[in-house]
């Protein structure tokens, strides 16, 4: 009975710590979670959550053609690491509704990061829908909220002009690199 016991106790505690470190890993990537963010983060909470990095909120200027919304988020040394937008524009009650993620050490459990290729994607996840721009292939993982821009240099030269086409997996290259890496959460 003791050694009953202490199995389900070890086995308990190994679920709890495996599930901590999920959530303390700072370049962890879930459908709710972008490393310290968290879906319900505000904008205004971003200050605090960040204050050991650098928030730069961009600005407009007359000659941009239409308003900045953008905050990027640099480490300590200079790096950038995401760039944010809230969920509704100009309110620093908002929580944030998109993020670009710009550093490879943020990565989903199974290793997706800005540096993977397609293969990881479909080795990986399940393809929600493809959708064809004038110069991207927009594939989502709605199970992780996130969606990967692949440049359409990267695809067969039969698909890089035409936006008509419906682009299927099997016709984006294995090695096919990520041009962005965006989560958004409504």
């Known amino acids: ?26 370049f962890l990537i879930t459908a709710t979670q972008v490393g310290k963010l968290k879906k319900d983060i505000k904008i205004n909470q971003l200050d605090s959550l960040y204050h050991e990095d650098s928030l730069v909120k961009e600005t407009s200027s007359p000659m941009q053609l239409r308003a900045s919304n953008e905050i990027k988020v640099f480490e300590k040394g200079g790096d950038a690491l995401l760039i944010l937008e809230p969920a509704v524009e100009f309110d620093t009650t908002s929580t944030i509704g998109y993020i670009r993620v710009l550093d490879p050490r943020f990565k989903t459990k199974a290793g997706l990061n800005t540096a993977s290729t397609f293969k990881d994607i479909v080795e990986n996840y399940k393809i929600s829908r493809i959708e064809n721009t004038i110069s991207s292939a927009v594939v989502f993982l709605d199970e992780i909220n996130a969606y990967i821009t692949i440049d359409k240099k990267e695809l067969p030269t039969s698909l890089r002009y035409d936006t008509d086409t419906k682009i299927r997996s099997s016709q984006i290259p294995d090695d096919a690199k990520f041009k962005y890496f965006m989560i958004y959460w409504d």
């Open 1 to 26: 009975m003791k050694k009953h016991l202490l199995a389900i106790f070890t086995l308990t505690a190994i679920i709890l710590t495996s599930c901590q470190k999920d959530e303390d890993n700072p």
